[in-house]
């Protein structure tokens, strides 16, 4: 945490590259500040700071700092309109010459280039810009020498043969990258790719995330990536099975598959009389919280295994099994408050396709979805270190 000494030293560096002083709180400023700083395009390798309160001169404007402002500096980092999700530190207010002052610490990402809302911005000396093709290419050559997760592995062996590049041009770049930029573009089809972390430039081959999210048939080099759907007629695993169900391919495709499986074939309602002899309409699983556990189940599994996704449908319950445990700072003692990617170019490739709406927050949303649905709480198993498991129980009145 930095001293009021070290704010009023950084306030008056007029000319530093790494801070920003700013009045306001609107998203299409904090936005493109964030992204710049995440860029860190002069490769300082250190943090930049956003100082609130503070105007362009240096001084305090004398303003005072709320719970609504501070909120909004917080959705900054988890409504998902900066991708990959920045990494921000958020000092308490401070009240620096008469005026409140907030710090906003930005550490840079491993994952370049990052976007707000599409575009590109780093820093330019004291001031930001929309990074250039050439700028930007920088920044994506730069992301080889970081440490890397196994999306952004390049799939050795593969070519863009082995990915759709219609899915890509017609599905996901327009919504990826801002229509300006797109205007622009005169970059080659692996440009575009690698800029969004579906290809390795060096090694001249699709990244893992590339043939997860595109790939014409991802199992033949991530053998596990697909989702088995199993509904057994009794309550164990040693029931008969009465259907199943194999979700496999391109990742693009699928998540649409799943979404519609989910609410015509597993989702179930049905009128029950009250008291007054008026119906009242019941659900076996509220749809969009079953809806978020597997997404969240296929954002956050290993696919470095070649065990796939199990989605166990019993007459009193539903399980959901993934391979991979808890990831990163995430723990038995912080789950479901903490956040960790196992998969940053999946989670990024899932909010902008709109199956996440916002980063952190899925969880806790769902467990009052099954409690609002009349379904006891969902019990997460996090013993299992190399796997995932939720059990979620039926509504009680079904």
Not at 1 to 26: G, H
Not at 114 to 141: H, M, N, Q, S
Not at 290 to 296: G, K, S, W
Request: proline fraction near 6%; hydrophobic fraction near 35%.
């Amino acid at each position: 945490m930095l001293s009021i000494d070290e704010i009023r030293a950084m306030m008056k560096d007029l000319e530093s590259d790494r801070v920003e002083r700013t009045i306001s709180f609107r998203e299409d400023k904090l936005g493109p500040a964030t992204c710049a700083f995440s860029n860190d395009f002069p490769n300082h390798k250190k943090p930049g700071y956003i100082l609130l309160g503070v105007n362009d001169d240096g001084t305090v404007n004398g303003m005072t700092i709320g719970d609504e402002e501070l909120q909004k500096i917080g959705n900054i980092k988890s409504n998902g309109n900066v991708l990959p999700q920045p990494s921000l530190v958020v000092s308490p207010v401070h009240n620096i010459d008469g005026g409140d002052v907030v710090v906003v610490e930005v550490q840079p990402s491993p994952y370049p280039p990052v976007r707000y809302d599409g575009r590109c911005w780093i820093r330019i000396g004291p001031r930001k810009g929309k990074a250039t093709i050439g700028e930007e290419r920088i920044l994506t050559e730069r992301r080889a020498s970081y440490a890397r997760t196994y999306d952004l592995v390049p799939a050795l062996g593969a070519s863009l043969s082995d990915i759709s590049i219609e899915y890509f041009k017609s599905n996901y770049l327009s919504i990826a990258i801002d229509k300006e930029t797109l205007s622009e573009n005169r970059r080659t089809i692996e440009e575009q790719l690698a800029s969004l972390r579906f290809y390795d430039t060096k090694e001249k081959c699709p990244t893992n995330a590339g043939i997860i999210i595109f790939g014409i048939n991802p199992e033949f080099y991530l053998p596990g990536d697909y989702i088995h759907y199993i509904k057994f007629k009794g309550n164990e695993m040693t029931s008969d099975v009465e259907f199943e169900k194999k979700f496999s391919g391109a990742m693009i495709t699928e998540l649409n598959s799943i979404d519609d499986f989910i609410k015509n074939n597993i989702i179930k309602e049905r009128p029950v009389r009250q008291d007054s002899f008026q119906e009242q309409i019941i659900r076996n699983y509220p749809y969009w919280a079953l809806r978020e556990l597997t997404m969240n189940a296929i954002m956050h599994r290993s696919y470095e295994s070649n065990a796939p996704i199990y989605i166990y449908e019993f007459p009193n319950r539903i399980e959901i099994l993934n391979p991979g445990g808890l990831f990163g700072d995430v723990n038995a003692g912080n789950f479901p408050d903490a956040s960790d990617y196992r998969n940053i170019v999946l989670a990024e490739a899932m909010k902008i396709l709109g199956y996440v709406n916002r980063f952190n927050c899925g969880i806790r949303r769902a467990k009052e979805e099954f409690k609002k649905n009349g379904n006891p709480e969902p019990e997460f198993d996090i013993t299992l270190v190399t796997k995932f498991k939720v059990s979620i129980p039926i509504n009680t009145k079904w």
